[in-house]
């Protein structure tokens, strides 16, 4: 099994900044992409952004030139560094990774971290 543990949702002004964290444990042979969806209230979960293994990165339209994903491959994580925040971005945020996991290849999903941008 592999889990994915998120960190560092909370509270933010709009404008102000938050970096969010995805780490991934057990029994992993190889990751492939990970990413962060969002699910606002009453919306569809939507990607935010993602990275292939081999750099390759790709944005939501809305969020482009104020979040950045980036990855430590060797410490199986994934980051999202979100800036200029605004109360469009409140959700909850989902890591995800497609892991090869000695048996097959899966897709996993964390738990999930609140986001909230609010005055």
């Known amino acids: 099994q592999v889990q994915l543990v998120e960190s560092g949702g909370g509270l933010v002004q709009p404008g102000g900044s938050l970096r969010l964290s995805c780490a991934a444990s057990?029994?992993?042979?190889?990751?492939?992409?990970m990413g962060w969806y969002r699910q606002a209230p009453g919306k569809q979960r939507e990607l935010v952004a993602d990275?292939?293994?081999?750099?390759?990165?790709d944005y939501a339209d809305v969020v482009k030139g104020r979040f950045t994903i980036s990855r430590d491959n060797a410490q199986n994580t994934v980051y999202l560094q979100m800036n200029t925040l605004e109360p469009g971005d409140t959700a909850v945020y989902y890591c995800?990774?497609?892991?090869?996991?000695?048996?097959?290849?899966?897709?996993?999903w964390g738990q999930g971290t609140q986001v909230t941008v609010s005055s």
């Open positions: 057990g029994s992993i042979l190889r990751i492939y992409g």
């Open positions: 990275k292939s293994a081999s750099g390759l990165t």
């Open positions: 995800n990774a497609r892991v090869h996991d000695w048996q097959t290849i899966k897709t996993y």
